[in-house]
């Protein structure tokens, strides 16, 4: 693990797939503890799903990083 992030926490929307799931795998490899926000909707932006950001957070744990699912929707500053 690195240690570039240590004491840090990232924020990462979109965390559950692709690009976002890379970011905070990387992040939590260079030590930040991770915030893996995903609503696991379609691409519609329909429907939702807990699934991805609590696949990327049981992969972060598994390599000893750590890790929490966040679901909300980050579009709405409400």
């Known amino acids: ?3 570039r992030m ?3 926490v990232a924020i990462v929307t979109g965390g ?3 690009i976002g799931r890379g970011i905070a795998m990387l992040l939590s490899k260079e030590g930040a ?9 379609d691409v519609d932006g329909t ?3 807990k699934e991805p950001a609590d696949t ?3 992969e972060i744990a598994s390599s000893g990083g750590r890790a ?3 679901y909300e929707n ?5």
């Open 68 to 70: 929490v699912a966040n």
């Open 56 to 58: 990327v957070v049981a």
């Open 47 to 49: 429907g939702s799903s």
């Open 6 to 8: 240590n004491g840090k």
């Open 16 to 18: 559950g797939r692709g």
């Open 1 to 3: 693990m690195g240690n």
């Open 74 to 78: 980050t579009s709405d500053m409400d």
């Open 33 to 41: 503890s991770v915030v893996v926000n995903d609503r696991g909707c």
